[in-house]
């Protein structure tokens, strides 16, 4: 089974989100090792840039593998405050760290997000 | 569909795997990561299971001119232990596979089919067997035979180093042959040196009741020389890059031999030439030689970092849409977006600048020779 840390919250489109999810906090948003692993090596990240807003649902990107492509999405809604520049160079840090140094983009909350599901509701979103 | 078993499936299992449907059959997508597989193909060698691949034996007195008939190559021209790459094409000229037969005796052919189109081209064997009124059988061996192949450089040391002392040599063989060969613990394997990934490479064709230990001889051998587990993730981007069709995305029944740039698998005989007889497919196959086909295929490699992908337009850099995407992703050895497309003759010039429309957004890629890579360059 892929690995879904205790101490971050998910959305339904396989995001992590690390942080306080209430406004005006920043939080850190990767793909789970669930979406990394379906996905296959990670090779090209398109993700948002800083000033950008985005919407919880929405699309604000994507990622590009050998064999396939998949949509990016924001898992919260506010304002790109810095994107991960090592994925420019070192995009497989997705599969390789996912949790860690393969985290995407950092969002300013503008609302807070209480769709957000919490690791056993999103266990159960994977099986 | 039935779900089809390949003899190593345990051993897929305890590499940990991801396994995928592929036409009914469980097969490994991936085993390390798609990227990591590719490489080691490229630079060392890979061990893929090719198990759901169909083998079709053909024999009988007439198995040689049965299959004259039913394929566009000239079959009965195969020397022995030869392996040749050819078609089964509909009578209006489209392609119903694309096979590799080899010639395991005067009066035995292995035809080896795609796994989703096993049953089709078993079928029309028979049916054209009948037709004919040949002096042969069919028997599909699918079940009883697993297929391994070792690819890449250190494959023929690998192969070398899984044989009895004695035996036949892997290295003597040459590309596109094939011998029986005694491997250690006193397997025989049916070895060809024939692939899928632009590499050099053997495939192995043993009884399936043998595959897990000639699998663990490979491993076992392979290991000091670079060898991992590979899965079809790594075999669709390698064959990509060596510019090889991929069946249901290059060819389809809708498709000729000639639009697909494989027109030299038709064999028509000449007037100087041995004989070669009536073919399924003949008339129409020589209409379109003859008239050539309004969009062919090409490669395409992108300036960007955006993919095509199998089913996106192909568009001049005016808008205009004049073609269509058949495979794409971005090539692990070039690092660029590479794709294969058919186009308009009229924009099929290598050097032509089009664009594909890559979900929404067009890029710029340029129309390049066929294959992408090539070992050795």
Redesign the interface.
């Known amino acids: 089974m892929p690995d879904i840390p205790d101490n971050l919250l998910y959305s339904a489109e396989h995001e992590w989100v690390r942080g306080d999810a209430s406004p005006e906090s920043i939080v850190t948003v990767g793909i789970t090792a669930y979406a990394a692993?379906a996905l296959?090596?990670v090779?090209?990240v398109?993700a948002p840039s800083v000033g950008d807003e985005v919407k919880a649902g929405d699309v604000c990107g994507?990622l590009?593998?050998?064999?396939a492509?998949s949509e990016l999405y924001s898992p919260v809604t506010g304002v790109v405050a810095e994107v991960n520049g090592q994925l420019e160079s070192a995009p497989?840090l997705i599969?390789s760290d996912t949790y860690g140094e393969g985290w995407i983009f950092k969002v300013e909350l503008t609302e807070a997000a209480p769709d957000l599901l919490d690791p056993d509701a999103y266990a159960d979103v994977t099986e | 569909m039935t779900n089809l078993e390949t003899p190593l499936l345990k051993q897929h299992h305890d590499l940990g795997a991801?396994m995928v449907d592929f036409a009914g059959w469980s097969m490994p997508?991936?085993y390390s990561?798609?990227?990591?597989e590719?490489q080691a193909v490229r630079q060392a060698a890979g061990l893929f299971d090719l198990s759901h691949m169909g083998e079709l034996m053909v024999t009988g007195a007439d198995a040689a001119a049965a299959l004259d008939y039913a394929l566009v190559g000239h079959m009965s021209r195969m020397g022995l232990w030869a392996a040749k790459y050819t078609m089964m094409c509909t009578p209006d000229g489209g392609v119903i596979d694309d096979l590799v037969v080899y010639r395991r005796d005067w009066e035995h052919f292995m035809v080896v089919a795609n796994a989703a189109n096993r049953e089709a081209v078993l079928g029309q064997l028979r049916d054209r067997i009948a037709a004919g009124g040949f002096d042969a059988e069919v028997t599909d061996e699918t079940a009883s035979i697993a297929l391994i192949a070792v690819q890449g450089p250190a494959a023929v040391d690998i192969v070398t180093a899984m044989c009895e002392l004695g035996a036949e040599d892997p290295p003597a063989l040459k590309y596109y042959t094939a011998a029986n060969v005694l491997l250690e613990g006193g397997h025989h394997a049916f070895v060809a040196r024939t692939g899928y990934t632009g590499e050099d490479g053997f495939e192995l064709f043993v009884p399936a009741d043998l595959a897990a230990d000639v699998w663990t001889l490979a491993m076992d051998r392979g290991a000091e020389r670079g060898l991992i587990p590979c899965g079809l993730?790594?075999r669709?981007?390698l064959r990509l890059e060596a510019g090889m069709p991929l069946y249901g995305n290059e060819l389809s029944r809708t498709l000729s031999p000639f639009a697909a740039g494989l027109g030299r698998v038709v064999n028509f005989g000449r007037a100087d030439g041995p004989e070669r007889g009536d073919f399924v497919g003949r008339e129409a196959l020589a209409k379109v030689k003859e008239a050539g086909t309004e969009r062919v295929l090409v490669g395409l490699v992108g300036a960007g970092?955006?993919?095509a992908?199998a089913g996106y337009p192909v568009v001049t850099e005016a808008g205009e849409d004049v073609g269509v995407v058949t495979s794409g992703?971005?090539s692990?050895t070039l690092g660029s977006p590479v794709a294969m497309a058919y186009v308009d003759r009229g924009v099929s010039e290598p050097g032509t600048s089009l664009a594909v429309d890559v979900?929404g957004r067009h890029e710029q890629m340029n129309v390049v020779a066929l294959p992408f890579y090539r070992r050795g360059a």
């Open positions: 692993d296959g090596d090779v090209y398109e994507e590009e593998s050998t064999k492509v497989d599969n | 991801t997508l991936r990561g798609d990227v990591a590719h993730a790594s669709d981007s970092r955006r993919a992908r992703l971005p692990p979900r």
